[in-house]
């Protein structure tokens, strides 16, 4: 009786470290333990499928006017492209993506009002 008492005060004891090991997801980044379980997936059908929202436009610039609407991808902080590039890397290559909005991603990488997915490399 005692051994089972022990075993369920451990199992309750245990479940919130098990959750608190799940990664909650960020609308801004997609983490190395999320892209881990795409494998060799494409980072387009990776954020496509998980963070979809990274392709929606941004409706107005800053000062509140309509703007044509850019996505660029950095990484680090080179430009490669427009997310067409995203084609080419895999997820198992990357270590973290971020998103940014046009204000900030100006701010940070000088991106000139685009939005941008920003992406960092596993180190090998």
Known sequence: MRSLILCLVLAVMAAPLEAQ???K???DRLVAEELAEFGNASLSEVIQRER???????RMSADGGRTPWRLLVYVGTQMVGDSS????YK???V???RYYKP????????????????LT????
């Not at 490399?121 to 090998?124: A, L, V």
Request: glycine fraction near 2%.
């Open 95 to 97: 270590s973290l993506v």
């Open 121 to 124: 490399f596993k180190e090998k």
């Open 25 to 27: 997801p960020q609308r």
């Open 103 to 118: 204000n900030e991603a100006t701010a940070r990488l000088g991106s000139d009002n685009a939005t941008v997915i920003q």
């Open 91 to 93: 997820a198992s290559e």
């Open 52 to 58: 979809p929202q990274f392709f929606r436009a941004e």
């Open 21 to 23: 090991a799940k990664v």
């Open 85 to 88: 590039v995203l084609r080419s």
